[in-house]
DNA sequence: ATCGGTACGTCATACGTATGACCGTAGTAC
DNA sequence: GTACTACGGTCATACGTATGACGTACCGAT
């Protein structure tokens, strides 16, 4: 090694000091210079070799079932944050929604250069519930296999509908993501719920599912729309949905709010862009992947798994919820 | 190696095998027997010494300067897939517009973990262009010093102008994106140089600049509008920036496009929520993701520099663009 | 009998770092 | 003068794979 030549140390020497193993075992003077010289040289480690002796790559994966919905982007940000204070790295791997090469990248970076995953509304692969396999940190998804982090969706559900019933509505319908998930099923299941309280019967309103992209968002809220009724509210899984409907809405005349009340959740940008602007539940998924690294770096650390997490939401109310409407009378 | 005793050959073996190499080496049956070996015990060969002992990772970086805008994730997608079919894995690193982790993730990866990167709106940090450095491609700027893919702009902007002007549009505006780009900075020359040939003084017409998130993009358009005169068609470096105008404007009461025609760029989800619907230059960020990959991996490959490669581009004509309003008479 | 060639494998080493086991020197206590 | 400790640093090896340099056995041709 060059480095060690030009400070007239050992190759041990060097290597302590660049990993900040030093201390008390090598002057401040001497370590100082093995730093200047590295510096001079342009030194830089080589993360296949760091990875391969230590057993540790300082790297995390996060697996997104789709990369193209926003807000994955900002998880991502939030892990990449939190994972940079820690002298970590993220990287993320595109699943869309089961490709191959999704778990083809698992597969190709689970031994070695990577050290956990993060799988987020994706499916870890059955390899890596095998004894020996990387520690996986699931979320999104309360699931007993793994830890996992959350958001807090009943919260934010209980807040949507008890804004919805302030405002008189009754017959309040549901826009479903046609993407499997427990946290969608969770929702879906409390609004049930809450239904039942109120006495209304949930098939007296309108319920419709669809995807994440826009033409699909679209199609699936026309379709709900087909089945209104009386229905007089929509909440749905996320903004990129609550757009949809809201723009399908707009397409057939139909008033937002005073026909029908919209909202949406995780507060995405889209939410603003609609007309009227997204009465939806905000959620700050920065805060979602920081912690979610968190809870995974524990787990790399320690091996014994690390407690669940919650993160709050709350309810952000804009132009797209109103009043009822008395359809008796209209 | 346990999967070289079980299948009583040697560790040399196993790997010429399991790396492809054994044509002409090793028979069948011997090569078959070590793969069922290897299957059975759930063998899986270790990323970094694999990188350390060739010196290729197999894996390549995606920089890009905002995971949060649409258009990069389809464009990791398109590479993602490309890279898959060649043997590769694409992670991809959010720069988020300059943070620490971004170029320390860059820093972190360049020696022994990643074989390239590509970077895509972010600027490759001054330590990549030393010798030795990893190679780069340059997605969607046009710079001597790496090769690069692009979409083909210019084309793009011809076809909104000649669009536009079909249409009666004389005093065409422009919305900029705030962020620096060779990509931007192109367009706005061409559109410039196209206004001179209309013989319309580029002072006479409204020009904006916004950010891409929908706050600053709505703030940024009503700046715009402020100063929009007798504009009567605005173009946007990209259809964030022409939904905030979307957005703006119906705020305002001004019509679209009666009053005022808008062209987005890039086709995204987008486009499809405004109302009416952005007329758009549909680009193809799937190809140019996987053009990205391919020129990378030519370089890898190769060691000389490869050919640059430019995508085509596609005016898609929807709702927000319409004939230009008889001002003197309105 | 010898040689050349081919088919099939193995040997041994190197990749660049991390780290437990050492080792020398100087200082301190007795 | 001896024993012990603390400090500052080096040695040697291992991590798991890839690969150029070698064997070895067999066959056919001379």
Chains 1, 2 share one sequence.
């Not at 892990?79 to 990287?91: D, F, I, L």
């Not at 039942?196 to 379709?223: K, Q, S, W």
């Not at 790399?300 to 939401?313: A, G, L, M």
Request: glycine share 10%.
């Amino acid at each position: 090694m060059d480095v060690a030549h030009a400070a007239g140390v050992s190759q041990a020497t060097v290597s302590l000091v660049l990993s900040g193993k030093a201390a008390g075992r090598i002057s401040e003077t001497t370590a100082a210079e093995v730093r200047r010289c590295a510096r001079e040289l342009g030194y830089r480690p080589n993360a296949a070799a760091r990875a391969l002796r230590s057993g540790s790559a300082s790297a995390v994966g996060l697996v997104v079932s789709d990369v193209t919905h926003p807000f994955f982007g900002r998880t991502l940000r939030g892990a990449q944050r939190a994972a940079w204070e820690a002298g970590h790295v993220v990287v993320l791997i595109d699943d869309a929604y089961g490709a191959a090469w999704g778990d083809g990248s698992v597969e190709a970076l689970r031994d070695g250069a990577i050290d956990g995953f993060l799988f987020f509304a994706a499916t870890p692969p059955a390899s890596l519930q095998a004894p020996g396999s990387p520690p996986v940190v699931v979320v999104e998804a309360r699931t007993e296999r793994f830890p996992h982090v959350v958001l807090d969706v009943d919260a934010g559900t209980d807040q949507v509908l008890d804004h919805l019933e302030a405002l008189g509505h009754r017959k309040i319908g549901y826009y479903r993501s046609a993407i499997a998930g427990e946290t969608f099923d969770r929702r879906l299941a409390r609004w049930t719920a809450r239904l039942h309280a109120l006495d209304v019967d949930p098939g007296a309103v309108a319920v419709g599912a669809g995807r994440f992209t826009a033409v699909e968002a679209i199609a699936g809220a026309h379709d709900l729309l087909d089945r209104l009724g009386d229905t007089t509210a929509v909440i749905c899984d996320d903004d990129v949905l609550a757009s949809g409907l809201s723009t399908a809405a707009r397409e057939r005349g139909i008033d937002v709010p005073g026909r029908l009340s919209i909202v949406g959740f995780d507060d995405l940008d889209l939410a603003l862009y609609a007309s009227p602007p997204l009465t939806t539940v905000k959620a700050v998924p920065e805060d979602l992947g920081a912690a979610a690294f968190e809870v995974l770096l524990a787990r790399i650390q320690s091996d014994e798994r690390p407690e669940n997490r919650t993160i709050p939401v709350e309810l952000v109310v804009r132009g797209s919820t109103g009043p009822a409407p008395d359809l008796a009378r209209g």
